[in-house]
């Protein structure tokens, strides 16, 4: 079993900053990408960003592109999730989600693990 742990979510103002970590512990795979996904109250889960395990793929939603930026340290089994200029439309719960292999997957069903999620709330 994998066991993710997101942390770094809080309450700031808009405009503010905030960086999300996700540590993974348990089972290890020699390749992985991890994905970010949020989901506020009433919506589905969406995609937010995701990463290869090398850091040389990267993916974004067009929300986010250009105010988040994602990272890995695989020394230390975490990924990162850099916020930046947060809107209050990015309030929300935020997961990071894990699966082996090379694929680096935007959508929630082809993750395999997933994190509890850290809640991040952004007012105006």
């Known amino acids: 079993q994998v066991q993710l742990v997101e942390s770094g979510g809080g309450e700031v103002q808009a405009g503010d900053s905030l960086r999300l970590s996700c540590a993974a512990s348990g089972r290890s795979f020699n390749i992985v990408a991890t994905g970010w996904f949020r989901q506020a109250p009433g919506k589905e889960r969406e995609f937010v960003s995701a990463i290869s395990w090398s850091g040389g793929t990267i993916y974004y939603a067009d929300s986010v592109k250009g105010r988040f930026t994602i990272s890995r340290a695989n020394a230390k089994n975490t990924v990162y999730l850099q916020m930046n200029s947060l809107k209050p439309e990015d309030t929300a719960v935020y997961y990071c989600?894990?699966?082996?292999?090379?694929?680096?997957?935007?959508?929630?069903?082809?993750?395999?693990?997933w994190g509890q999620g850290t809640q991040v709330t952004v007012s105006s």
């Open positions: 989600a894990l699966v082996p292999g090379p694929r680096v997957p935007i959508t929630t069903t082809e993750y395999s693990y």
